[in-house]
């Protein structure tokens, strides 16, 4: 691969990450979806870049299913149930930013350190690209470990999947059936928290998952 | 059903000569575990037609054994299926081991079902048991086929979670449930450690085939590892002690035939098992090993011996009494392995060839056992041997080949218990003068404790048979016992002759064995069956020679002599007396024996030490309307030691840890994330 489109490629999984950590700079719930939205748009141009450079032609299809529901479906449902909800306007309590900010830096640090030695005889992009992608991946749990909302978890867990497709992309030879399926793993998993969302809304008048805990039976 | 006789298959057994170009067996073998399950779905479909489902399985059990015993000295056939996992698929293959395992199991599974085509018609709910008999066989068979781990593993948990099925079958009877819940966690730790072992096996290229074991076999430290993991995950199924509390229970909770598969070719699956590993694939043996196996050995075969003469129940004494005999199997194999790994191998070859020879008998002998308890419990409905006696009237078959059966295992010539016998203690006379001083004080040990283990199984089956078919009956069933019916008895009959035939002509067993013994160790006994007089001579005929025919045309001509003369000046008219009770004629049975005044003495001299017996004397009070008795306590120390620490330590880990069970989504999800990055953080460092 010559240089350039190696910088590209690298430069669209450097931006993946970077918005990650935009991510889990906002408080505020609308903000948040935008960045999720722009993280799936990056993610659907590092796609169709890959596809480009890979001569696949089927990763288009992969990038056009970023583009249209990470990108643009789900960020769009997500401010509709946020605004349904009326908790648009809330601050969300969280464990301490510059501290969660650390925290992502000490595993970007962790991801690279781990993956770049081991993945030694591999194509450079490649390598560039599953460390990125795990660091993106890291970076997603920590967003979902620490908020308290339900709303964005789900976009903690959305992120991750994200980083999850950078990294199967990156890998050639990666047959369409198996991103297909992981879309509609992911779809499916959206609806069905989502639904779940209203659900607890209704019996709780809220999305706090800690208000979950004191509902359930049993020891506390 | 002429040629169904179990007789037929060690006749077929070839010699080593005349084999030039054998048929590969591997695919009739494979096809016969294919009938086996698809009798097993069939007996789900048709309800009500066990016999036949029964008198299926008998047949292709039989072909198991003719499979067996046609390949035995046949080249090593290979088969592979496209099942299974992607990568590895089903590597079968059917070598010289393998065969000779595939004998026990053909014969046991041939002689269960016919016996059972007879005595399952008596089972309450025969929906619980039919089904995973024919599955229980296949899983056996699956697991000596087996040529990758995979395949090996899988065939024995199948073979514990069916066996398990059948134990929980009267699942409404006292105990049984325990018994059930031992024997799975017994069966759950067994399958774990040889699952770690087959890892360590593999290494970490994964080269799960034992092909590819076999190419690059552990060294040192792993090889170590291997050695113990294989035996604590064989010796566990096996019931090696102090692996072998869940065998009195498991096994006689079963259905009688079952126990009789459990008994008697079960354990000798897991013989195979840890052959398989021991002296296959992980290659020769170290002296400490072989230290290990014999001290375990001895121990086993005595303290099954003490047990088995302690208890009352007629199933858990055979159970014991398999304990014993698993005992003397790896008496053999230790030996083996000092020999080998010594460089000793005429004496390697002799041990392993008695340890091969008794794991057969044992088959034999412990089948007939339990076909006979079976027919006990169902004529006169108990299986306690203090409420029998007098059953040599009610039943004059099963008599007979009880008594044939107990002299077999109590290793009496002319039957073939005392053969292997004598031949393990021919390895352990023949030891050489061994430099580790391990092996210079265990074998003697071992020697000892074998002597010691014989006479307590003779007095063990003297009482057993003594107190339950002699004498007077004890209880009301026992006095109206009826025999059994024609097919069980049949299955006795044809066990019972076997154990003739193989005591009077070891030859066709140990002749047979011989590529076994030389696919492992290189070499071979010399051939027996060409000799004169069918004299079995291991070592050579200055040493010691053994000849069945002989013996028993001794004991036969000295018996009828004696007959004769008894009856040529003795009287001949026979008249029935009340038996001399010194002038006080007391009419109650309970003036025999009982099943423990006959143990006492022994318990007496080995109960404070072994079992921390205690007898106390149980007074009633003045005035109080009630008998007196002595009452006695006796204890397992496996349990004591090993087994109820273990539970309490685990009841309070699993309280300490319960807690977790309670926590938040977001804590999960935080230990989610802390495990995967602290993985990763050890994974970078590793590096």
Redesign the interface.
Known sequence: MTGISFDISHMLAGFLVLLSFLMLYQVRLPPLLNVLAAHAFALSLSVAWQAHTQDAPHLYITAAIALLFKAILVPWVLRRMVVRMGIHREIENVVGIGLTMLAAMALVALSLEFMLPLTAKADPVVREDIALALSVVLIGLLLMVTRRNAVSQVVGFMSLENGINLAATGARGMPLVVEISVAFSVLIAFIVIGVFLFRIRERFDSVDVGTLHMFRGGRQ | MGHCSPRAGPTDWPGAEDMGHQPEMIEPTAWCIAALLALSALSVCLPRRHGAIYAAATLVCLALLWCGATSLAAPVSGLKLPLGLPVTGVTLSLDPLAAAFLIPIGLGGAGACLYAIGYGQHEAEPARVVPFVPLFIAAMTLAVLAADAFVFLFAWELMSLASWALVLARHREDGNIHAAFVYLVMAVFSGLTLLLAFGLLAGTEGGFTFGAIRAARPTGGTAALVFVLATIGAGAKAGLVPLHVWLPLAHPAAPSHVSALMSGVMTKVAVYGFIRIVFDLAGPPVWWEAAIVLALGGATAALGALHALMERDLKRLLAYSTIENIGIVFIGLGLAMAFQSNGFTPGAVLALTAALFHALNHTVFKSLLFFGAGAVLHGAGTRDIGRLGGLIHRMPWTHAAMLTGCAAISALPPLNGFVSEWMTFQAILLRPDLPQWGLKIMIPVDGALLALTAALAAACFVRMHGIAFLGRPRSEPAATAHETDAWSTAAMALFAALCLVLGLVPGIAVDGLAPVVSSLLGERLPPQLGDKWLSLIPISASRSSYNGLLVFLFLASSTMIVVALAHRFGSSATRRAPAWDCGFPDPRPETQYTAESFSQPIRRVFGALVFRTRETVDMPAPGEMRAGGIVRYSRDLAWDGIYTPIATYVGIVSTRLN?IQ?L???RY??F??LS??AL??A??LW?
Do not use: C, K, N, S
């Open positions: 807690t309670f938040t989504i977001r999800l935080t989610v994330f995967l990055v990763l953080l994974l970078a590096q």
